[in-house]
């Protein structure tokens, strides 16, 4: 019950404050800055969430398979699986200061903006693409995803917030946008629920494999997992058009 409980006060904490806002040139999001926030010096990090998407993709991908990380960030992700599961992985992320620390892991790196679409042409094949708390941030999800598609063998696994959490719902309650955001407001593009994800993905004529709800306010995350559930993790197999 402390878990539950100091969860909970946390949520009901930010129901009325705002992060400190920290722009860059002419109010751009200073993507240097939100890493700097959510890492500070720390050598490559393992965050619970991370963990628990980690582990949720080792019980979907085959050992040994081939994987291309998008906004890898530090690697520690990518380093997770190779040591559980022998993967060939690659991380792909536009921070050079981050992806130095996946270097370090041993892990092969691309420095590239994954919402330049010419850009993600030019990757190479792999059994698998994972895009944890990327396509959020992205203008244009569905063109991203569907050229994925044609890059992954297997399938795309991938998370976002799960913007139906009963915290996000009290914030709009109280007059105040679902709070999603570290250092910059425009963060984050767009938004979803558990239902909202469902109709999006299957919009497009792919086919939805998985749709797992994680982490959020513990015991009742398990009774209503769409309203007490903070993060959706969903598997894509191999494009399939109508």
Known sequence: MRKFFSKLKGDLKQLFGYPDCQYGVEFTVDYAAYWKRRRGDREAYFSPWQKIRADRTLRIIEPGSSVIDLGCGDGAVLGYLKEQ??????????????????????IETIEMDIGDIE??????????????????HIPNPERLLCHLMSKARKGIIFSVPNTGYYAHRLRLLFGKFPLQWIVHPGEHLRFWTARDMKFWVRSMGLD???????????????????????????????????
């Open 85 to 106: 599961a022998n993967i060939s992985g690659i991380g792909v992320d536009m921070d050079r200061r981050m992806l130095d620390k996946a270097c370090q892991l041993g």
């Open 119 to 136: 850009k993600i042409k030019t990757l190479p094949e792999t059994d698998y693409i994972l895009g944890f708390e990327i396509f959020e």
């Open 208 to 242: 939805l494999k998985r749709l797992i709800l994680y982490e959020g306010l513990p015991v009742l995350n398990k009774i209503s997992s769409s309203l007490f559930s903070q993060g959706m993790i969903i598997h894509i197999a191999k494009y399939v058009r109508h």
